[in-house]
């Protein structure tokens, strides 16, 4: 494509890779991948996944970190832009979906202002993956009617702006992105607004990559439970009354009221090793 200058940008692709796990990939992401000129990821792409790019592409990483970011939107948006101006395919590769809490419509936008060609490769996201993964519907007849998904990441650590009230819904599954560092912040607002103490809780690690880490909590003890489990970003919670159904432990001694329905008759898939859990 060229811009209004006459310059010739080649594709650039938005590409979600999932979860972690290269086989929860799509056909077309993997296919890219073996064939893209250039690649720019974040910190969130797993190295099986980073594995499939092809030998010889140009590999630029733009991830962020809580707190201290490798790469500002702005910079990564002119790493792509540059990247277009050099190479005929170029993937810009996403953990889970690019269009999830991913900032792949902004980058979106600037490119296609540029005059740069943008296709986007859905990919899954990681609340379905986790959910899947650990037996926990997000949706159940007679368990949850619905579905929230909301990010507990804070622009310049200012304090969470949710709606409280509305999110504090016993017959909705919440899921919360990047909310490892503000999750005193969500307890309290949660629990504010009405929602129960007791209400169930899944944290998962590293969804579907082999350092994957689960634990099921209670709303009220979830805090300490991740403190006292040592769990680290990248961490999704799952907050509501299918999060009982999980297969995942528990801290030594801690319970759940029954579901509404008996827990899935399987072995435990994951469990968090070496502190004290099993």
């Known amino acids: 494509m060229h811009d209004v200058s006459g310059h010739d940008f080649g594709v650039v692709y938005l590409v979600g890779a999932g979860p972690g796990d290269p086989d929860l990939l799509t056909v077309r992401a993997a ?17 099986g996944v980073l594995s499939l790019v092809a030998p010889a592409a140009e590999r630029v990483f733009v991830g962020k970190r809580p707190g201290r ?7 990564i948006n002119a790493v ?3 990247l277009a101006s050099r190479h005929r395919t170029v993937v810009r590769l996403k953990g889970g979906d690019p269009f999830v809490f991913g900032r792949g419509g902004e980058e979106a936008e600037f490119l296609a202002a540029h005059g740069v060609e943008v296709r986007v490769v859905p990919g899954i996201t990681t609340a379905a993956a986790c959910g899947a993964l650990c037996g926990v519907p997000l949706t159940h007849r007679g368990l949850a009617t619905g579905v929230r998904f909301v990010t507990g990441h804070c622009q310049a650590d200012a304090p969470l ?3 409280w009230a509305s ?4 017959d909705t599954t ?3 992105y990047m909310g490892l560092q503000t999750l005193p912040q969500i307890v ?3 629990t504010d607004h009405g929602l129960s103490g007791a209400t169930p809780v899944l944290a998962v690690e590293n969804c579907s990559t082999p350092r994957e880490r689960r634990l099921k909590t209670r709303l009220s003890d979830c805090v300490a439970d991740t403190a006292t489990a040592g769990l680290e970003p990248p961490t999704l919670f799952i907050i509501g009354r299918v999060a009982a159904m999980a297969d995942a432990p528990m801290l030594p001694g801690h319970t759940l009221p029954d579901p509404l329905i ?9 469990v968090i090793n070496g502190r004290g859990l099993s």
Not at 33 to 39: K, Q, W
Not at 167 to 170: F, I, R, S
């Open 31 to 47: 296919r890219l991948l073996g064939s893209a000129d250039a690649v720019a990821h974040d910190r969130l792409v797993s190295d």
């Open 69 to 75: 970011h490798h790469c500002t939107q702005d910079r």
């Open 80 to 82: 792509l832009l540059d």
């Open 161 to 163: 702006s949710l709606n």
């Open 167 to 170: 999110l504090a819904d016993p």
């Open 174 to 176: 919440l899921v919360v």
């Open 188 to 190: 309290a607002g949660l």
């Open 262 to 270: 008996p827990a899935p008759a399987r072995p435990v898939l994951a």
